[in-house]
């Protein structure tokens, strides 16, 4: 699912190598999904994507080691080109032997992860007379116990994640994009849903309000999913960046700066104490940059990035931006590039993902491609 096993855009892999021959890695397949800034989840062998072809969208799923269509899904769903390419924002979850998938438009779909068969579909929009945001829904599926819960609404959706039946939901005003994350708060489960105008944590058996925190952002772009660790939570968008310090009935702020360390959409990571991810809009330029978490010191930032995304891995971040992949090693002392390859053109918004020393990353038009970072023992 997005952001990988833990849910913070850190992969457990070691076995993966940065040391390239001068041309980059070996290219092992590349296809094309259809319109979209969908990423991609990897289990049982399998690629799950999504992207948009002449307004319709077509649900992936791939073989992971030669890139051929095992089975695909396809519903019609406006493109929605919206000062960018649209297309599908959302990344499937997988779970259990099943996918879960959710469109810009509101449809939510349950597939046999095997076949590609539907077990349920529902679509929440019209179902419950949602308003869309600008840009419509783009937080990717989180499932949680028997649930699936979404950021639709005032401040999340859930179904159960069996039948597709609404177990509960918020207002119907428009939500934010970022996915829900789930967190210990205080000795109990919560999620955090990252609202239009505020961080709402809801208890996730009832879609009950414990807390909220207000946070609003230029059209209400909150789409970076909030950091979690300890009783710590970190929020940055083209408004600033916030850490907060919460239980389960309450939040605080620790330190905020307006203006300061901007996530436009991709989340950061935090690695032993510090914070890396792009700094800036997709208007102008970006830095790649690190904060001390307790503090939100500036350690350093490298100047002219774009908006790309980004994962980590033994200490390192791998970074796709301007479709190059380029490895730079996470450490607060200064920015140190480790390898550069150009493994894509076009736009790329889109994080990629490490999965058993492969790397998987996607331009806007749909162009996926799967680069091998395996030792060279291992192939």
């Not at 994350?181 to 414990?210: H, I, M, Q, Y």
């Amino acid at each position: 699912h997005w952001r990988g096993p833990t849910r913070d855009g850190i992969s457990p892999e070691a076995q993966w190598s940065h040391d390239w021959p001068a041309q980059g890695p070996r290219m092992l397949w590349s296809t094309n999904v259809g319109t979209g800034f969908s990423s991609v989840a990897v289990g049982s062998g399998r690629v799950f994507t999504m992207g948009n072809v002449s307004a319709v969208d077509t649900i992936h799923a791939l073989d992971a080691e030669t890139g051929r269509t095992i089975w695909k899904h396809s519903y019609p769903c406006d493109l929605d080109p919206l000062y960018y390419e649209g297309g599908p924002g959302a990344t499937p979850s997988v779970a259990d032997g099943r996918v879960f998938t959710f469109s810009k438009k509101g449809h939510v779909f349950c597939l046999d992860a095997e076949t590609g068969k539907v077990v349920w579909t529902v679509n929440i929009r019209d179902e419950l007379a949602l308003e869309l945001p600008e840009w419509s829904f783009a937080g990717s599926p989180l499932v949680h116990g028997d649930l699936v819960i979404l950021n639709a609404g005032s401040a999340g959706t859930a179904l159960d994640r069996t039948t597709g039946r609404i177990v509960w939901r918020s207002g119907n005003s428009p939500g934010g994009y970022a996915t829900p994350v789930p967190f210990d708060a205080g000795g109990r489960t919560a999620v955090a849903v990252f609202s239009a105008k505020a961080l709402v944590a809801v208890d996730p058996a009832d879609g009950r309000e414990l807390w909220r925190y207000a946070w609003e952002s230029s059209r209400d772009v909150n789409a970076a999913d909030p950091l979690i660790q300890g009783d710590r939570m970190f929020l940055s968008t083209s408004s600033g960046s916030v850490l907060l310090k919460f239980t389960e009935k309450e939040v605080s702020t620790v330190w905020e700066r307006k203006r300061f360390y901007l996530n436009y959409f991709n989340p950061s990571v935090l690695i032993d104490g510090h914070i890396y991810g792009l700094d800036g809009t997709t208007h102008r330029a970006t830095a790649l940059s690190c904060l001390e978490w307790e503090t939100g010191e500036l350690k350093w930032k490298e100047p002219g990035f774009g908006s790309g995304g980004w994962v980590a891995a033994d200490g390192k971040l791998l970074l796709l931006d301007k479709g190059e992949l380029i490895v730079v090693k996470a450490a607060p002392s200064g920015y140190e590039q480790l390898a550069r390859a150009q493994v894509l053109n076009g736009k790329c918004w889109t994080a990629p993902v490490l999965a058993n020393g492969l790397v998987y990353a996607r331009n806007a038009n749909g162009d996926l491609v799967c680069v091998d970072l395996r030792l060279k023992s291992e192939g």
